[in-house]
T-cell receptor
């Protein structure tokens, strides 16, 4: 079985602060993919990043960065210098063969950035 | 390039009434998904299509839910009759087909239909 846990329900920060979102996953697959999606108030899920289980290289893309650590089954996401437009619900998700390629989502973390 | 289109965006019905949702995927995406997202939770897959074929409908409550994708492009999800517990956001997503060797293509989501059953 697969499981994604986002322990943080809500995070509130002041603009320009950094925000780190935690994601811990469980899977018995050796090959799997991890994702982060953003869901703004408009409701649409916006794809942010995909990582496969063989690529532990961390990455920075603009104000976003990701920290994938297979040893601890974690895939954390950081927003640097947060902006009000970053306010949204962020979902971590996992997919692999053992779950018939169903995307397993965490419960989401609501990020509120105050001006 | 147009994204995934869904309609209606909002629907309010009384329990026991039927309701239908429509989805048009991104052009060229032959895999289409319907998800249900309850308040405060992540989306859960209801059904996945590869072209016209429903390849995974294990989580679809078949007593009241049905879906079709007749020409392998747009799709309709129906609930009949609706129950109070069906109130949720229904999301449609599309992707390129699953690749070989455990490769996977990301899913792109539509804006969803927010259903309220009174």
């Amino acid at each position: 079985a697969q499981k994604v846990t986002q322990a943080q329900t809500e995070i509130s920060v002041v603009e320009k602060e950094d925000v780190t979102l935690d994601c811990v996953y469980e899977t018995r697959d050796t090959t799997y993919y991890l994702f982060w999606y953003k869901q703004p108030p408009s409701g649409e899920l916006v794809f942010l990043i995909r990582r496969n289980s063989f690529d532990e290289q961390n990455e920075i893309s603009g104000r976003y960065s990701w920290n994938f650590q297979k040893s601890t089954s974690s895939f954390n996401f950081t927003i640097t210098a947060s902006q009000v437009v970053d306010s949204a619900v962020y979902f971590c998700a996992l997919i692999g063969r053992s779950n018939d390629y169903k995307l397993s989502f965490g419960a989401g973390t609501t990020v509120t950035v105050r001006a | 390039e147009a994204g995934v289109v869904q309609s209606p965006r909002y629907k309010i019905i009384e329990k026991k009434q039927p309701v239908a949702f429509w989805c048009n995927p991104i052009s060229g995406h032959n895999t289409l998904y319907w998800y249900r997202q309850n308040l405060g939770q992540g989306p859960e897959l209801l059904i996945r299509y590869e072209n016209e074929e429903a390849v995974d409908d294990s989580q679809l409550p078949k007593d009241r839910f049905s879906a079709e994708r007749l020409k392998g492009v747009d799709s309709t999800l129906k609930i009949q009759p609706a129950e109070l517990g069906d109130s949720a956001v229904y999301l449609c997503a599309s992707s390129l087909a699953l690749g070989g060797g455990d490769t996977y293509n990301e899913q792109f989501f539509g804006p969803g239909t927010r259903l309220t059953v009174l």
